[in-house]
């Protein structure tokens, strides 16, 4: 659906948001409101935008198991999954983005209760059932030093902090259902807190068939947490996860496909296996499934009413497989090959800290911080099949065979902060030391004759000098600083800094795929690998917040200075191309977002964003020629986005419609392939209960999304890099089409 300037001009400000909302009232909570400045500055040194437990209730969608549902609701967020269930699609990125920017190398945006704990490729990208957080915290352009961790912060982090065991026994039980065979459980139990010691557990199981195409999805979750609180001076929390997700992957359009969708939105893979060689286009080729365990620690000793000693240890196990198709780029079919990427990883590390407050004015926090965290990221176990006539897969080899060490990242941190007067700041340093795990590659050679076990080729296999590399270390500085002014007690102003960091990971297994070509020019992986460096990001906000009768106003003005940014590009030095750390990029833009109750049965919310984020130079190509990058708007990001939810309260009916609107985005970084806008528009109704078969709270909810059909395309595959002088395709996945869901929530 195409809109003219002037409709979109007034859809901007009237209908606009995302996904479908439930009865709880909107609640967004930014913690940087004038009460923090008079002196809550354990909220304002957060310097974040917390979405609280009605907040999550709200805007979470019918899947409720993605962050990002929420936070979507935020200025200048990007997030729009391909189907009804909200899974991000595909494996190996986060498809977020966050005022322009996305997520580098295998690091996750998540954190759960402070630890980073998410990471790329693999699974657990929906680890946590959102009926066990209590609220999320947005951190956009400003990360304080004790949340500025996980192997990237680029694009900013998104922490869950879990809704630990209640005092009080209590359960909760919740049943969906809908479009496309949606069904999903949800079961907690509270014991209720007994002697020192209170215990939850919960489990929730989820399917749904794609929206589009063969293929489902399932995942079955559990939660069991532990709280430990014998006196006023000792906590100890505990909380572990284990996650199953198994589902096939949705088909990937290719830009002539994007914008013919009303002949292609619903195309996917065939759904009878293949009668001729070489045909890898079949559902069951593209499919994911993994296993993941999380255990997350928090230990607090108070010895003084003015000393804190904080430990958090984490640790995750990743397993599972990531099968897809690859088809030749120059259409040769006999090249076509199934993959399967197996992945067998894990992480582990801890977050600690001593607290101590001299007085309101001066808090002192010091801290240490230690990760360890195994590849892929990049690739280490990637199969070739080929197709035969039957149809069946046959083993051809590897794509990718390596043993890669871990990538070990350590930092110290100190931060002071205080409040003096109607003045609020918290200024840290991170020293940080990044170690990027030795690569060594066994991939050349291999065949059809080689072992399909992992261990077996490795011991087995050549070690490939050209295409491994040692360790490499990088070592980086990491400032912030928040200040915070009460101009009076209903209005507040503030600026922050701090600087972000990233690291793309595609040089290895671009070399791989490319080694005759770089073998050919005597050119080692090494001597790329040396000229590597970190991506580093300077971000600064300048807001005003005022908050007038019930309602709140938020406007917001960002610039984000980038450096060290990966292109592929040619090196003229060797004659090749490759991924290189070479381009500068620069980023601002300006939110808005008010909310709040207009009257006693109406509130809302409104958030309004302008992006632009564009490398600042142009690349080389070849020896004698450059493509055009500087000042284009770097691929996926909206420069326009718009969100607004209304809801209206009846007596035990709620009314909830909601819409958002995201302008036209870029496949590309020359800005040849041109996505058209889209605006969806949802809507919830929902009535409640105060007792029903024995709850003391009851909720029943009838939800319809995208409830004018629109055809759109939600992900762009596209990294940063990609252009289209270097033969890198980017490809397209249509969003979700109508939906309608059920659900009841009972509360004991």
Known sequence: MKLSPLVISIAACAVLAASPLSIERIVVSDTVDYNDLLGAESNLSKGSQTFGAKSIATLSTQANMNPYSVIAYSPSVNFTPVDQAGSNEPSYHDPIRIRGKSQSGPGGVFMIDGMPISSNPGGGKQLMDMEN???????????????????????????????GAKSKSAAEVSQSFGSDNFQRTFVRFDSGKVGDIAVFGSFSQLTNDKTKGEGDLKRLNGTVGLTYTPNSTFKAKLTAIRNADDHHNYYNLSYAEANDLGKYFSKDYATTKPTTANNVNYYDFNKQKFYTT???GEF??????????????????????????SVSSDGNASKNRVINWKIDHDLFGAVTSYDHTFSEALKTSIGYWYHKQLPPGPPADQEKYTVNSSGNLVFNGYAVLADNDYHILQAPFAQLSGTIDRLTYTAGLQYQTF???SLHSYTNGTGASTSSNYDTAIANGTLDTYSSVDAKTFHTFIPSLYVGY????STSAYIDYSRTYGFDVNLFPTYVSNRANFVSKNVTLQQLWDKLDLELSD??????????????????????????KQANVYDPQYGVSYPANIGDAFGYGAEFSAYGPINENLEFLLALSYNQYQFTQNFQSGTSTTVNTDGKQLPDAP???AKVALSYHLGDWTLTPSGRYTSSRWGDVQN???????????????????????????LFRLTATNLTNEKYIATINAADNYLAATGVTTTYQTGEPFGLFGSINLKF
Do not use: C
């Not at 209590?134 to 680029?154: A, H, M």
């Not at 971000?539 to 060290?564: A, E, H, M, R």
């Open 539 to 564: 971000n600064i906000d300048l807001g005003f917040k005022s908050t007038i009768g019930s309602i709140t106003l938020n406007p917001n003005l960002f610039v984000s200075y980038v450096q060290n």
């Open 300 to 325: 607090e000793y108070k010895p003084t009413s003015s000393d804190v000693i904080t430990i958090k240890p984490y640790y995750k196990k990743d397993k599972g497989e990531y099968w897809y198709s």
């Open 486 to 489: 009460a101009i009076s007690p």
């Open 639 to 641: 420069e326009y986005m």
């Open 294 to 296: 999380a255990v997350l």
């Open 435 to 437: 170690k990027l795990g």
């Open 133 to 163: 957080v209590s609220s999320i915290d947005l951190f956009k352009g400003y990360l304080p030093s004790d949340k500025n961790l996980g192997f990237s912060s680029l694009i900013g982090k998104v922490d869950m902090n879990v809704l």
């Open 672 to 698: 040849t392939q041109k996505i058209d806008a889209f605006t969806l528009v949802d809507f919830d109704v929902a009535y409640r209960m105060t007792q029903f078969m024995g709850s003391h709270d009851a």
